[in-house]
């Protein structure tokens, strides 16, 4: 580390908190600061700019420069060396600015007098915010120490640029957090709602840049960091954590005990910084760095300090979680990620969820799912702009969130609202009425549940059954494994709450995507093709067994429905059906009472079963299509990948056909099947679906509606025409055919 001159820097932000904290303008202030700064450093420029808008940095005081060009000139982000500043989040320190790369001559500034250039980014922990510049006439390069210097000073602008020092209403600038921002994320859950924003993190805000007494803010420091310490090892000591858990947290643990990362916050603090804003210095240092390398592993490395050092924030400022600020009416979460188990806890309080993260597979999408909550997922940066009861708008269906919307779009997301509504009451008008076409076949629809939370749905939106029970989820929003008795009562609630109904109770599909917090996690390469579901049950069949236990004891003497995730050949449904029927021999002989029937099937979801031997589907009392797995492995297109995820239709002709073969397969052997996969709430899909013959669709409960709305209005042998002319014409998708035959079909 070079000799810094530490009193002299001291002196600066001690002057620099002076005229923050004088009643005076935005402008003023500035305008101060930028004399200040010359002052201090002894060079002849001194500018700051600061963003516009996102896209743009307007020069807003400046000594120095021509005075006339203060809010005149402008520059995009990237473009000249302080756009490159800005883009990049670096200093760019020359000696010969009009002979550097990019540079931009502005004549209005009469810039080009000053040969050196030194500017370095306001930010504060990601969030671009404007460049700070110094120039100078002699050519010449500026020190480390300069360049720390201006970084620090820096640093405690943004912090006033955030708490809105610098920005009056009327100057057009932009005030922090209080301009409309659009965010393009991608869908995780359909829907819209309107309501004002729940930071599940709420940003720490610092008052305090500046401070008199380093020993004080070292004591601080010290002492914050001993607890963060403390309380990482706390984590670390508990007992079910898995590896990728502790892996995290060792990392933690070397962060928290790294002397390079306090050495390097007590030194901002001796250059004037308290506590609170050395930690974020280094923590902008570490965003901007996290922008930069290419590497995953580095990366997650880097998200770990930033984590960190938001703890070690709310430790120092005894903000947190428990803030006790009261959660705004219409709750929307906001957050970089959230588990099932914490979203499942906020429950149908919240009108909608915005993630930086997620996925569409993920967790927390099946949880919001289930409480039918519109789920925006990879919003980015949304928690970096988004503050506390901001006014926000979910848009689940585009994938998109506005946070503190203009009132026009505001207007015309309440009429989408509204127009949503008004379908939902024509869709509750046909609660009560068949699934019937045109022609009078009639469809059985049903829903797809596994939360508690999905029961009200059996009623209120008029399924005929649960055609999906995922038992997984259960197991997934614990952190210990459930107890038998524990899941026959859940089970038994589920059946009482079907009245009558069947419900299809899938055995433990865990696995891939689904890997349970409390067991040892399998590092697989591919773990969608790895050991999963029933493979997990048959080589491990404690679980499975306990399983069957609970369900059949739920079950008393009720009929009970189980069916096998992801069965690739016969032999596997005849191992997992021997335990089940293992399990109702042994409850026989304990004395208990034992379903009256047991209906036991299999999910179709690899392309190999659909050419299993006759003998297993005279076996298997029914088979139900798993689309999302099917159509991944017919199409070898991942469905967690957003890139390829969309990319083979389903009605795409080739699977349509495929579908057939396995319509007409459980067709001879006189074997029920259904479909319960997402394409079957589409109301075109289903459509197709029932065309080419099938007559039960399990799908979300808020899908029944609008496809028993379309089957109702239609006749099935046209459809079943568009679709075979389709396939004769060489089309590719039956969607187009589909769509313009429909065009022509009365509402
Ligand atoms: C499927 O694969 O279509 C299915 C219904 O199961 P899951 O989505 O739970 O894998
Ligand atoms: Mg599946």
New binding site residues.
């Given amino acids: 580390m070079p000799e810094r001159s530490e009193s002299d820097s001291r002196k600066l932000l001690r002057r620099l908190r002076d005229v923050l904290g004088a009643q005076s303008k935005g402008q003023e202030r500035l305008d101060r600061i930028t004399h200040l700064i010359a002052d201090s450093m002894q060079t002849e420029v001194c500018s700051i700019y600061l963003f516009r808008d996102p896209e743009t940095l307007e020069l807003c005081a400046t000594e120095g420069l021509k005075p006339e060009a203060v809010h005149q000139t402008r520059m995009k982000l990237g473009e000249g060396l302080v756009g490159r500043v800005a883009r990049t989040n670096t200093p760019v320190n020359t000696a010969d600015a009009p002979g550097e790369k990019g540079f931009r001559y502005m004549p209005e500034t009469g810039e080009e007098l000053f040969s050196s250039f030194l500017g370095v980014p306001i930010q504060r922990v990601g969030e671009k915010l404007g460049v700070l510049v110094v120039q100078s006439k002699t050519a010449r390069q500026y020190s480390d120490d300069e360049i720390y210097a201006l970084e620090v000073v820096a640093m405690v602008l943004a912090e006033m640029t955030e708490l809105g020092a610098f920005t009056s209403d009327e100057d057009g600038m932009r005030a922090l957090h209080r301009q409309p921002v659009m965010f393009r994320g991608s869908t995780g859950q359909e829907g819209a709602a309107e309501g004002n924003v729940w930071l599940h993190e709420p940003r720490v805000v610092v008052t305090n840049p500046v401070a008199d007494d380093p020993l004080t803010e070292i004591d601080r420091i010290r002492e914050a960091v001993g607890k963060l310490r403390v309380s990482v090892d706390d984590l670390l000591s508990a007992a079910s954590l898995d590896k990728e858990q502790k892996q995290v947290l060792e990392a933690y643990r070397m962060f928290a005990n790294s002397r390079g990362w306090l050495r390097r916050m007590e030194e901002d603090i001796h250059s004037g910084l308290s506590a609170e804003a050395a930690v974020e210095k280094e923590q902008s240092a570490a965003r901007a760095r996290l922008e930069q390398v290419p590497d995953a592993y580095l990366r997650d490395r880097l998200h770990d300090l930033d984590d960190l050092s938001n703890r070690l924030l709310r430790i120092l400022t005894g903000q947190g979680a428990d803030t006790g600020a009261e959660m705004p009416e219409n709750p929307v979460l906001v957050a970089r990620n959230i588990g099932p188990a914490e979203l499942l806890d906020y429950g149908r309080k919240l009108r909608g969820v915005v993630l930086e993260e997620g996925s569409v597979g993920s967790h927390a999408a099946i949880v919001a799912r289930a409480l039918a909550i519109p789920l925006v997922i990879h919003a980015r940066k949304i928690t970096t702009e988004a503050l506390n009861g901001d006014h926000i708008l979910v848009d689940g269906d585009q994938g998109i969130a506005h946070l503190r919307p203009e009132e026009t779009v505001a207007r015309a997301f309440r009429d989408k609202i509204a127009m949503q509504a008004e379908a939902q009451k024509r869709y509750a008008s046909l609660r009560a009425l068949p699934a019937t076409t045109l022609c009078g076949t009639t469809v059985s629809l049903q829903m797809?549940a596994g939360l508690m939370a999905d029961l009200p749905s059996l009623e209120n939106s008029g399924a005929d059954g649960v055609g999906?029970f995922?038992t997984e989820l259960q197991f997934l929003v614990r952190n210990k494994m459930p107890q038998r008795a524990e899941l026959a009562a859940l089970y038994a609630r589920v059946i009482d709450a079907a009245r009558g109904r069947r419900v299809a109770f899938r055995t433990l599909?865990i696995g891939s995507d689904k890997v349970l917090p409390y067991m040892k996690p399998n590092d697989e390469p591919n773990p969608a093709m790895g050991w999963r579901a029933i493979r997990v049950g048959l080589d491990k069949p404690g679980v499975l067994r306990m399983q069957m236990q609970a369900l059949i004891r739920a079950s008393g003497e009720r009929p009970l429905t189980v069916m096998f995730?992801f069965v690739s050949e016969f032999s596997e449904f005849q191992q997992a059906r021997s335990h089940v029927l293992r399990e109702m021999h042994r409850e026989r002989l304990l004395g208990h009472p034992v379903p009256a029937r047991l209906d036991i099937g299999a999910?179709l979801?690899t392309p190999s079963l659909a050419y299993a031997p006759k003998a297993f589907f005279d076996l298997a009392d029914f088979v139900s299509i798993?689309?999302?797995?099917?159509k991944q492995f017919f199409f070898a297109a991942d469905r967690e990948n957003e890139r390829v995820r969309r990319r083979y239709d389903m009605l795409n002709l080739t699977f349509l056909d495929f579908l057939q073969g396995i319509i007409a397969r459980c067709a001879a052997s006189g074997t029920p099947l259904s479909f319960?996969?997402?394409d079957a709430g589409r109301p075109i899909e289903a459509l197709a679906l029932v065309a080419l013959g099938l007559r039960s669709l399990s799908m979300r409960p808020a899908s029944i509606g609008p496809v028993k709305a379309l089957l109702r209005r239609v006749n099935i042998a046209q459809a079943r025409a568009v679709i075979d002319d389709a396939r004769r014409r060489g089309d590719e998708s039956a969607r187009p055919a589909l769509m313009d035959w429909l065009a022509t079909q009365g509402t």
């Fill in positions: 797809n999906l995922r599909d995730p999910m979801e798993g689309g999302n797995d099917l319960c996969g997402e």
